[in-house]
């Protein structure tokens, strides 16, 4: 599953710019009236090898309760809570305003990952805006520009590791996923003989006596092969507990 990347900010800093961008086509308005994008958009974003849920945003704002400005800002409290990763844009042209700093401070009390994005850096006259939004305190800015196609592989730097974070966590799928096996049952009906037979060697202590396996014993094994669909099976013996050795815990 890839990640999920929100764009937000506040309006006209070229949200729907950066999402067209990394949608690779215009599905988004863009306009430089404030208030064009009102529901929050998804796609299917691309840097290079890098592909991900991209979410554009109507942008945040201090909106009156129940109008119009404040259901959007609702759509953007969602599309932030079901973001892996947010892009807080700002533009780098108009430098740092209140509103920034506004939405800088709400979004670091989400908890989110939050890469700061100076939008609108063609030409060397945005450098001030750049150093600017250092204060904000959200880290390294990314300078890019949206409508030229700059800056967008420090974004994939950036957000690489998010993605990598998500695929170290993945389970497999499909017949590499391993079969979580657990052999159970009480004391002394074969488990553990079960298991070295599955196994095909003495892996697990055997023998007359009850409760000889204390632990739970995991054992990575290949089920005839390769192509099986039992790649790997955990005879994990454990047993509810009964007898003058335990005391009704699971061994
Ligand atoms: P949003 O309200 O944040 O979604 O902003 P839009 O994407 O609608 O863009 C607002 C305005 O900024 C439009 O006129 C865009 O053409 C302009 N814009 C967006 N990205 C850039 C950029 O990289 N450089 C410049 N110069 N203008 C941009
Ligand atoms: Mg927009």
Redesign the pocket.
Known sequence: MSIAVAIL????????????RLVGRRL?????I????RDRREGEGRIADLCFRVI?TA?LEEAAPASLAARMQAQTELALAEADVALL?I?A?EGVTAADRHFADRLRRSSKPIVLVA????GRATLPGIGESYRLGLGDPVP?????G?GLAELYERLRPFADARDADAVPVGHDKPLQLAIVGRPNVGKSTLANRLIGEERLLTGPEAGITRDAIAVDWMWRGPRSCWRRARPACRCAAAGPQNDGRLQ
Request: proline residues 6%.
């Open positions: 900010g506040r309006p006209n800093v070229g949200k729907s710019t950066l999402f067209n988004a308005l863009v306009d430089d404030p208030g064009v994008t554009d942008g844009v533009d042209r939008n609108k850096t063609e890019v520009s949206a409508e030229h700059e």
